[in-house]
């Protein structure tokens, strides 16, 4: 359940405290914004290969509303997610892409419509495989593995980092006033039964 809002919660500390929480191999690469105006707790778009740094953004109004470790971990799981983002690793879909946008600039030049088409066409497939690879539920699956890693070099135990993101899934849902995605039900059900055995002391596979 979303935590009472915090009035004494200052944007710019807690931008602050966040960007510390970090680590240094991802601080660079990231950027906290707060936009009141956008609908979604937290937004987190698709990094760019030409972009220097990824811009996450925070509804501020709802974000106070969530309890500590479930913003610490939704900012680790952020970060751990855009840091698996892979575009420039040589791959078939990788050379698809190429393929189809040298072929496009050569037949526009040539004014080749047909092989102008084809080659729009190669680039769209590539494109399309790209974000079905970087939405793959294995990716999410090792994103949140990444921010349970992340949060325990921030002093976080793992059963307690693993319970934190997934109320940190309920909570979001609920502030955003929507049920959860099938990919966030997933996520929320593999954490809770992570959480299950690890508070069992069974050992598990579920992450990556």
Not at 67 to 96: F, I, N
Not at 170 to 188: G, I, M, N, Y
């Amino acid at each position: 359940m979303p935590a009472v809002p915090d009035p004494s919660l200052d944007p710019h500390r807690e931008i602050n405290r966040l960007l510390n929480l970090v680590p240094a191999s991802g601080r660079h690469k990231v950027q906290l914004l707060i936009n009141n105006a956008q609908a979604a707790v937290l937004h987190v778009p698709v990094p760019r290969p030409w972009q220097r740094h990824h811009r996450l953004s925070l509804n501020f109004q709802l974000w106070q509303q969530l309890e500590q470790a479930q913003r610490d971990l939704l900012v680790l799981r952020s970060v751990a997610w855009v840091m698996t983002v892979r575009w420039l690793k040589p791959e078939p879909y990788q050379g698809l892409m190429a393929i189809g946008l040298l072929g496009t600039g050569i037949e526009f030049l040539q004014a080749d419509f047909v092989g102008l088409a084809t080659g729009v066409g190669l680039t769209a497939l590539g494109g399309v495989q790209l974000w079905r690879r970087n939405h793959s539920p294995q990716r999410d699956l090792e994103a949140d593995s990444g921010a349970v890693r992340l949060a325990q070099r921030r002093g976080y135990g793992e059963l307690g980092a693993i319970e934190a993101l997934a109320s940190a899934l309920e909570a979001v849902a609920q502030l955003e006033q929507r049920p959860l995605s099938f990919e966030e039900l997933v996520r929320c059900q593999n954490l809770k039964a992570l959480a299950r055995q690890r508070a069992t002391g069974a050992r598990s596979s579920a992450f990556p």
